[in-house]
């Protein structure tokens, strides 16, 4: 890439040792290689507040992982399978998101599952939230098990490498897209 795009990581599983941070924060390392400025926001933390309305206050974090979702170029989300749908803790997240702001922006995903199941229907409804927000989604997702993952670490190099893909690919696009 030319110059470097805001790029913002979301990993979307509220649970504090879940295995969606561990893809998600080898997808932060590895982005982050590739451009400077790029933040990851980790729901594990459970620092976002619950979505109250649009007139209560809320505090910093929240506001800081919307404005940040806003400001990037490019979004990375990864999101585990719960009950055939993706995390509500997303869906959380972006009720704070302003579609009028995020117009282009290009974003990639990683779905996580305990088995080999629901991975097109979760993506179809991780796409259709983001074309609310007028976002060119990677039609090329990244679908993991979870016996990808072993003693907290991605175990095989071609998950890796898939991945890291997902990342270039989607940087990529974003690169065309301001060329445009």
Same mark, same amino acid.
Do not use: H
């Given at each position: 890439?030319?110059? +470097?795009?805001?790029?913002?990581?979301?990993?979307?599983?509220?649970?504090? $040792? #879940?295995?969606?941070?561990? @893809?998600?924060?080898?997808?932060?390392? =590895?982005?982050?290689?590739?451009?400077? +400025?790029?933040?990851?926001?980790?729901?594990? !933390? #459970?620092?976002?507040?619950?979505?109250? *309305?649009?007139?209560?206050? =809320?505090?910093?974090?929240?506001?800081?992982?919307?404005? !940040?979702?806003? +400001?990037?170029?490019?979004?990375?989300?990864?999101?585990?399978?719960?009950?055939?749908?993706?995390?509500?803790?997303?869906? $959380? @997240?972006?009720?704070?998101? $302003?579609?009028?702001? /995020?117009?282009?922006? %290009?974003? *990639?995903?990683?779905?996580?599952?305990?088995?080999?199941? #629901?991975?097109? !229907?979760?993506? /179809?409804?991780?796409?259709?939230?983001?074309? =609310?927000?007028?976002?060119?989604? $990677?039609?090329?997702? %990244?679908?993991?098990?979870?016996?990808?993952?072993?003693?907290?670490?991605?175990?095989?190099?071609? !998950?890796?490498?898939?991945?890291?893909?997902?990342?270039?690919?989607? @940087?990529?696009?974003?690169?065309?897209?301001?060329? *445009?």
């Amino acid at each position: 890439m030319s110059k +470097d795009v805001k790029v913002v990581i979301i990993s979307a599983s509220p649970r504090k $040792n #879940g295995n969606t941070q561990i @893809l998600m924060k080898y997808v932060f390392e =590895y982005a982050k290689s590739k451009n400077t +400025d790029t933040k990851l926001i980790n729901l594990a !933390d #459970g620092k976002i507040e619950c979505y109250r *309305g649009p007139e209560e206050e =809320y505090n910093e974090y929240t506001k800081a992982a919307a404005n !940040d979702i806003m +400001d990037a170029d490019v979004w990375l989300i990864g999101s585990p399978i719960y009950n055939s749908f993706f995390s509500s803790a997303l869906k $959380n @997240l972006f009720e704070y998101v $302003n579609y009028k702001k /995020t117009e282009g922006k %290009v974003a *990639g995903m990683v779905i996580l599952a305990s088995g080999n199941m #629901g991975f097109i !229907d979760v993506q /179809t409804l991780i796409t259709q939230l983001l074309s =609310y927000f007028r976002v060119i989604t $990677n039609p090329k997702a %990244v679908f993991l098990t979870t016996e990808s993952i072993s003693e907290n670490t991605i175990s095989k190099d071609e !998950d890796k490498k898939r991945l890291s893909d997902l990342v270039d690919e989607t @940087l990529k696009m974003a690169s065309k897209l301001q060329q *445009g």
